[in-house]
């Protein structure tokens, strides 16, 4: 099973930007999406934006035009460019993996929007 670890997850100025990377511990065959997750204490886990193998993307409204994601190769196959970060963006962030019927996650970094 792929192991998963998130860099680059610290302290950021409201407005400021930020970028996420995610590790993976072996290749990456497709068909695959790849994704990343936040969470609040209290709160379930929400997706940020998730990219598939065929370049296909899916984020969450409050994130719009803010959050990019994008691929590299391995071993670091995917980052979240986060952009004009909000003290509401403060969450741990977790790098996830699904492929067919196997899924990973990393084990989260924190990213804390200061005002």
């Known amino acids: 099973q792929v192991q998963l670890v998130e860099s680059g997850g610290g302290l950021v100025q409201a407005g400021g930007s930020l970028t996420l990377a995610c590790a993976a511990s072996?290749?990456?065959?497709?068909?695959?999406?790849m994704g990343w997750y936040r969470q609040v204490p209290g709160k379930q886990r929400e997706l940020v934006e998730s990219?598939?193998?065929?370049?296909?993307?899916n984020y969450v409204d409050s994130v719009k035009s803010r959050c990019t994601i994008y691929r590299d190769n391995f071993p670091v196959p995917v980052f979240l460019q986060m952009d004009r970060l909000e003290p509401e963006d403060t969450a741990v962030y977790y790098c996830?993996?699904?492929?067919?019927?196997?899924?990973?996650w990393g084990q989260g970094a924190q990213v804390t929007g200061t005002s």
């Open positions: 996830n993996y699904k492929k067919l019927a196997i899924e990973s």
């Open positions: 990219l598939t193998s065929d370049g296909v993307s």
């Open positions: 072996a290749v990456i065959s497709r068909p695959y999406t």
